[in-house]
């Protein structure tokens, strides 16, 4: 696509349930990264994809955390067992490759807002 | 992880003044970005620099990679309503994962007009 799309764009959902968030990157590019911006706080790193594997996965909370890429494009972050601190903007981005990142940086989508109640 | 320090938090100016805010790192930076995010948007690149001492200027906004490559400053001059939002600074460093970059905490930006 012409941009890199995220949904749902909000989200609610009960305490103790589970969500998945899709993120569909602009199209050919390999590199992925799902990254947290909770209130007042700074962009946090989750996850890095580059094709279908995670060559960095140091950012994930916690176990309940999890995301996965299939194809080398769409990637779904899963957040198992939602705590009210889970409450955030989850932003994914994109790039064509990690050398371009690293010159470029990324693109990043408009966010999916969690709000766990 | 690394951390880069970003300042000011926030600042509220009136139209038309000149803005300054400043990212600090205790690593050796290779590339410094600077981002900027709209209410409800991600952040989308502003300015990119590679080499120390290097000055880049994108309309109303210059940037800088400090000397020490631990460092790098934005400044926004005239600034107007549309500058409103959250200033990102960003960059690589040596022996980070390949692709991946380090993110400041963000510079809050409101201008009265």
């Not at chain 2, 050796?28 to 900027?36: C, D, R, V």
């Not at chain 2, 549309?82 to 022996?95: E, N």
Request: glycine fraction near 12%.
């Amino acid at each position: 696509g012409a941009g890199v799309s995220q949904s749902p764009s909000n989200k609610v959902t009960e305490k103790g349930k589970d969500v998945e968030l899709r993120c569909d990157p602009i199209s050919g590019h390999t590199a992925l990264y799902w990254y947290r911006q909770s209130l007042g706080q700074g962009l946090e790193f989750l996850i890095y994809f580059q094709g279908n594997s995670a060559p960095d996965k140091s950012g994930l909370p916690s176990d309940r955390f999890s995301a996965e890429r299939t194809g080398g494009s769409v990637s779904t972050l899963t957040i198992q067992r939602t705590q009210q601190e889970d409450s955030a903007v989850y932003l994914c981005a994109s790039s064509f490759d990690s050398l371009t990142a690293e010159r470029y940086g990324y693109t990043f989508g408009s966010g999916t807002r969690l709000t766990v109640v | 992880g690394q951390q880069l320090n970003q300042s000011p938090q926030s600042m509220f100016i009136q139209e038309g003044e000149d803005v300054s805010m400043n990212c600090t790192s205790s690593s050796i930076f290779n590339t410094w970005l600077w981002y900027k995010q709209d209410p409800g948007e991600g952040p989308v690149l502003l300015i990119a620099l590679y080499k120390a001492g290097e000055l880049t200027s994108n309309g109303r906004l210059t940037a800088q990679f400090g000397i020490t490559r631990k460092d790098s400053f934005l400044n926004i001059s005239a600034s107007i309503p549309s500058d409103v939002g959250i200033y990102f600074c960003a960059g690589q460093t040596r022996g980070s994962t390949l692709g991946r970059l380090y993110f400041g905490r963000g510079t809050q930006l409101t201008v009265w007009p």
